[in-house]
């Protein structure tokens, strides 16, 4: 076991592909077992400000892209093997961070940046982890019940088209997190419409042993 899983122990960490409900577990197990949120979404303006430009390439390129050249004028597939947080970049921030808090209260930290390679080396054990795997009608449904369905793609110059190659990106990106943790030996929960909140919650906390 290396220092950084030895410091690292009072930490838990919920992945998952968008729209799996990482964010709203997350929140629940904080307020209901008094553990710090670190919500990872929140800080990527600030990963990115604090990385040098020489370590995040694929970051600087996603930046000076027009919205149609991000969504639409290039394939999933190239979507998914070129976005940064699939690649890890800034994924040093989280660390750093979560180095930083007090050691002596407990931490669930969530988002989709959280790559199984990237945080098996920092897990004290794994069933301190879990990955959300959504499929593509729960994600959907979970887009269109937030409001956020056309938030990216209604930025294009076709929104019907740019839609259908997020929707597609990211189900790819639950694909590959799907195989991914079957590589390295790590939990998951297939999260369908039968998924309810309360039994996500219940049995994450459950995994956890809060």
């Not at 838990?12 to 629940?28: D, L, P, Q």
């Not at 790819?172 to 997190?177: G, P």
Request: proline content about 5%; glycine content about 6%; hydrophobic content about 40%.
């Amino acid at each position: 076991m290396d220092s950084s899983s030895e410091t690292l122990r009072h930490v838990y960490w919920i992945g998952g592909g968008s729209g799996s409900g990482k964010s709203t577990v997350a929140r629940r197990l904080a307020a209901h077992y008094g553990l710090h949120l670190y919500a990872s979404d929140e800080t990527m303006r600030d990963h990115a400000h604090r990385t040098p430009s020489a370590d995040r390439p694929f970051s600087c390129a996603f930046e000076a892209m027009s919205m149609d050249e991000r969504w639409l004028n290039r394939s999933p597939n190239v979507m998914l093997e070129t976005f940064h947080f699939f690649r890890g970049e800034c994924f040093g921030r989280i660390v750093e961070d979560l180095m930083a808090l007090p050691p002596d209260r407990r931490v669930v930290v969530e988002g989709f940046r959280l790559l199984p390679a990237l945080v098996k080396p920092l897990l004290y054990s794994s069933n301190q982890s879990v990955w959300l795997l959504p499929t593509p009608e729960f994600r959907h449904a979970a887009f269109k019940s937030r409001g956020t369905l056309w938030h990216i793609a209604g930025k294009t110059s076709n929104p019907e088209r740019a839609l259908q190659n997020l929707l597609l990106r990211d189900a790819l990106f639950t694909d590959h997190l799907r195989q991914q943790t079957q590589t390295a030996s790590l939990p998951t929960i297939e999260v369908d419409r039968s998924t309810t909140e309360d039994t996500l919650v219940h049995q994450i906390a459950t995994q956890f042993g809060l």
